[in-house]
């Protein structure tokens, strides 16, 4: 196959159970494999219906799936979606990166093939550990969430914490997904899809940098300065999760008094910046004074 466009899988978005067009995507990836099993796993997989990458798998592909869900009462919705479907095993428990809970531990209890067709990680927070974690398991395709926030260019995982929720950035799980023998090969507003090195020139893309794949750049927010030391911000300047808006005004660190080129400071404005400095980092100013100052040295 030969594409010139390095994201023509965003052509074939459409939703049937998936939040945001998954599903068509990942049916065009899984009909461009080589070969299939016919096997798909979900965690975080709620009651089975609801904004789920596995559903129209097993409803319109005739997939076997295993779906793991945390949370008891939503599992129980899930084992009553799927109790007439013999081909669908739900799992109840919290899939996380140590070796008691990883999810080969998991899929080791199933009979699902080592290298099944399709995963979908989905888990607000610890998806790069949790994908780190495989070792025994590597499904042919996956898809995983990122944190949309974040620009192309930068490396950013959260810690290893169930209690932490704050996602991991794109450039991150492409470089975990490099060391893992995965290749990106496309990336949508939130979530990013990754096939094994094997299969990657099946999808005829030249070059697959995130920010060839990566159109979307909606929810960043950048932030740039001023000679002067005042702040600027562009793009999103929300909280998107929180429906909230920032207030630019309130995060300038410097009072708008000082807001000019530092080689202009009068004396009284030099002054004001030494207060400003002790506030924010006492450490260089203490540095600046002994500098300055040589006999301070022994004070500090």
């Known amino acids: 196959m030969s594409n010139n466009s390095p994201t023509w899988l965003l052509d074939h978005q459409k939703s049937v159970y998936s939040q945001s067009g998954e599903d068509g995507v990942?049916?065009?990836?899984?009909?461009t494999l080589p070969t299939s099993d016919k096997w798909c796993v979900e965690f975080g997989a709620w009651d089975g219906l609801h904004l789920t990458n596995t559903r129209n798998l097993i409803e319109n592909q005739q997939y076997s799936a295993v779906l793991i869900e945390?949370?008891?009462?939503?599992?129980?919705d899930l084992e009553r979606?799927?109790?007439?479907?013999?081909?669908?095993?739900?799992?109840?428990?919290?899939?996380?990166?140590?070796?008691?809970?990883n999810l080969d531990t998991f899929l080791a209890k199933t009979e699902i093939p080592k290298d099944f067709d399709f995963l979908s990680?989905?888990?607000?927070?610890?998806?790069?550990?949790?994908?780190?974690?495989?070792?025994?398991?590597?499904?042919?395709?996956?898809?995983i969430e990122y944190n949309p926030t974040i620009p192309n260019e930068c490396e950013f995982v959260q810690a290893a914490d169930p209690n932490v929720h704050q996602g991991t950035s794109l450039l991150?799980?492409?470089?975990?997904?490099?060391?893992?023998?995965y290749e990106l090969v496309c990336a949508m507003q939130l979530n990013a899809f990754f096939?094994?090195?094997?299969?990657?020139?099946?999808?005829?893309?030249?070059?697959?940098?995130?920010?060839?794949?990566?159109?979307?750049?909606?929810?960043?927010?950048?932030?740039?300065?001023?000679?002067?030391?005042?702040?600027?911000?562009?793009?999103?300047?929300?909280?998107?999760?929180?429906?909230?808006?920032f207030n630019p005004a309130r995060l300038q660190p410097l009072p708008k008094s000082l807001r000019q080129f530092v080689d202009d400071y009068s004396f009284f404005q030099k002054v004001q910046y030494a207060l400003v400095l002790a506030f924010h980092n006492p450490q260089k100013l203490a540095r600046k004074l002994k500098e300055k100052l040589p006999f301070l040295g022994r004070y500090y």
């Not at 945390?70 to 129980?76: L, R, S, T, V, Y």
């Not at 109790?83 to 919290?94: C, E, K, L, S, T």
């Not at 025994?136 to 996956?142: F, G, R, T, V």
């Open 26 to 31: 990942i049916e065009k990836i899984l009909e």
């Open 172 to 181: 991150s799980l492409v470089k975990l997904g490099k060391s893992k023998g």
């Open 195 to 245: 096939v094994k090195r094997e299969y990657f020139d099946y999808f005829g893309i030249e070059s697959n940098e995130p920010r060839l794949l990566r159109q979307d750049l909606s929810f960043i927010t950048y932030v740039y300065v001023g000679y002067d030391g005042e702040l600027f911000f562009t793009g999103n300047k929300r909280l998107p999760w929180h429906d909230m808006e």
């Open 70 to 76: 945390a949370d008891i009462e939503k599992f129980k």
């Open 121 to 143: 990680i989905d888990i607000d927070g610890n998806d790069y550990h949790v994908w780190a974690a495989m070792r025994e398991y590597q499904p042919k395709a996956l898809v």
């Open 81 to 101: 979606n799927y109790n007439a479907n013999a081909d669908v095993h739900p799992m109840h428990g919290f899939v996380g990166f140590d070796q008691k809970d």
